[in-house]
């Protein structure tokens, strides 16, 4: 299994609330992403990153920021929490080949 | 709109039989397609891929065809077995200078009955 830690796992917030999602690997490699995945629309890229301070929106970036100070971390954060950001968060990994590979998720609800 | 569309979202079929899922997509400049298989609480998993210059490629119990006229894959696993019940993701690839874009389809629900 490729090297991809999220955390949490699971969060509970309330409407309005800043959040802050975690992803850590110890691959080493230069591509980053973050999907959600929700019923019917299987899994829509959030944001990317190509590199450290390198990152660009993907497909539903609205309501969402990113950060990425080291190679190895991947920060996902919600400013004002809403209840349309509840969702499973998966990281996802890449050297550059046509695999990415995921980490376990963060299950997100907001109240 | 859904670039890569899976129109079935579930699928049953008994242990032994084959199971094919369906996928199709919209645009050409694709280059590379894969599924991804994801159990209840785990992030997917990579299961097999296909370049767009080839029209099949196969890897122990699963096949994947490519129908490039058709823009239409298809994924077979021949002999199912209990553990295949999972959901299945289908994927396009457009690799950049971003890396590898992955655009997903909404899944496909395989339960597979013993």
């Known amino acids: 299994d490729a090297g991809i830690t999220q955390s949490p796992r699971h969060k509970v917030t309330e409407t309005g609330t800043p959040v802050t999602l975690r992803c850590h690997q110890t691959e080493n490699h230069r591509y980053m992403y973050w999907y959600r995945q929700d019923p019917g629309h299987g899994l829509r890229l959030i944001h990317y990153s190509y590199g450290v301070k390198d990152t660009d929106k993907g497909e539903v970036s609205d309501g969402y920021s990113v950060s990425r100070s080291k190679t190895e971390d991947f920060l996902l954060t919600l400013e004002s929490a809403t209840s349309s950001q509840t969702s499973v968060y998966f990281c996802?990994?890449?050297?550059?080949?046509?695999?990415?590979?995921f980490g376990s998720g963060t299950q997100l609800s907001v109240l | 709109d859904q670039q890569v569309k899976q129109n079935s979202p579930s699928l049953s079929v008994q242990e032994g039989r084959i199971s094919i899922l369906n996928c199709d997509y919209t645009?050409?400049?694709?280059?590379?397609f894969l599924w991804y298989k994801k159990y209840p609480a785990e992030g997917p998993t990579f299961l097999i891929s296909i370049s767009s210059i080839k029209d099949k490629n196969e890897d122990g119990r699963f096949t994947v065809f490519l129908n490039k006229s058709a823009k239409h894959l298809s994924l077979h696993i021949v002999p199912s077995q209990p553990g295949d019940s999972a959901v299945y993701f289908c994927?396009?690839?457009?690799?950049?200078?971003?890396?590898?874009?992955?655009?997903f389809g909404g899944g496909t629900r395989l339960m597979v009955k013993p």
């Open positions: 996802a990994i890449s050297a550059r080949g046509e695999k990415l590979f």
């Open positions: 645009n050409s400049m694709f280059d590379y």
């Open positions: 994927a396009a690839s457009l690799i950049g200078n971003a890396g590898n874009m992955l655009t």
